[in-house]
């Protein structure tokens, strides 16, 4: 979603995004061609791409997450009865000096609709993504904190930052009512300042 925005507002040519395969500048292709880049600046083999990351090569990774804890740690590889495993997860986030998680607030029947600026949640979904305590930590806040690392958690409704305390609530989208659309549905309590 994010190379496809980049291009449909002229960014594309502003910005150098990567895929884990080797791929570096170009389009990266999302969904089951996941891994593949039309128009590659360049390609290296994967070990290189991993070096890259691994000595805080970007300077900016978008990323999605399947569940988000009081203390702002992700899972982002076991879901319900399911293991994918970490992939290049944790090497893209650990060096990066800001980290952008990308995800709904919740998920499975979560329909939202957009219209003169404003954001209607025309209906829930039925799995929460905000839990007190996530399955398996693919990404720790504790140490985002201690690396000095800017972490932004974007959903459809909201945006949450990373703090020493957990999460705080910094933006909150048009039409959306801060208290029932987001804070009585979290588990837990954020910073929020109105």
Do not use: W
């Not at 992700?74 to 495993?85: Q, S, V």
């Not at 929460?128 to 305590?133: A, G, R, S, T, W």
Request: charged share 20%; proline share 4%; hydrophobic share 40%.
């Amino acid at each position: 979603m994010v190379s496809r925005y980049a291009r449909k507002s002229g960014m594309l040519d502003m910005v150098t995004l990567t895929v884990e395969s080797g791929g570096i500048g170009g389009f990266p292709v999302s969904g089951e061609a996941f891994g593949a880049m039309i128009g590659a600046a360049s390609v290296y083999d994967m070990a290189n791409q991993f070096d890259l990351y691994d000595n805080g090569g970007l300077d900016i990774c978008f990323m999605g997450a399947l569940e988000v804890d009081q203390y702002g740690n992700i899972n982002a590889h076991r879901g319900p009865g399911a293991f994918a495993g970490i992939g290049g997860f944790a090497n893209i986030t650990a060096k990066t000096p800001t980290v952008v998680f990308c995800m709904s607030f919740n998920a499975k029947g979560l329909t939202v609709s957009q219209k003169s600026g404003e954001i209607t949640i025309e209906k829930e979904g039925s799995v929460p993504k905000f839990v007190e305590h996530v399955n398996s930590i693919s990404f720790s806040s504790k140490r985002a904190i201690e690396n000095g690392q800017k972490v932004l958690y974007v959903t459809e409704r909201c945006v949450f930052r990373l703090t020493p305390k957990g999460l705080k609530l910094i933006e909150v989208y048009p039409g959306i009512d801060a208290k029932r659309d987001i804070l009585d549905q979290l588990p837990f309590e954020v910073e929020y300042k109105q």
